[in-house]
């Protein structure tokens, strides 16, 4: 089957696009790997005017802030890489935006990214990198 049978197999599964299919199965990944590593979930797909935060955990008195990037090839660039700085400004506002809801409590924060390979449309490899960046300039939080 080429790759254009398979894409319209997919498609006819879930109405969603290959992309969102892939990010969810990479989500998916992502939380269990955490919660293996005894992170604890709070929330995923957080919304703000300003972003979405992929997946919320809490490891001790830490609040962490995860973006998952899911690849089926590694050929062109590492997943993580996706993260620039326009993406970490964008992450770090929501994560603000987050904070707010919560009445911004006495917490260290960090972010994490976590890279997901598929291999035939199958988690193949989870990657935790964490404390990956800081919050830029200006913003600051604790």
Known sequence: MNLLERIKTWRAQDDKPVHL???EVGERA?????????????TANFHSPRG???LVFREGDCLVFVEVKTRSSESWTR????????????????ALDYLKRLK??????????????????????????????????????G
């Open 21 to 23: 299919q892939r990010g």
């Open 79 to 94: 997943p993580a890489a996706a993260v620039n700085a326009h993406k970490r400004r964008l992450l770090s506002q929501t």
């Open 52 to 54: 979405e935060i992929d």
């Open 104 to 141: 911004n409590p006495p917490v260290k924060i960090r972010f994490d990214i976590v890279e997901v390979l598929l291999k035939e449309g199958e988690v193949s490899e989870v990657r935790h990198l964490p404390n990956t960046f800081a919050m830029p300039k200006p913003y600051r939080y």
């Open 30 to 42: 992502a939380k269990k790997h955490l919660q293996q590593l005894g992170l604890k979930f709070l």
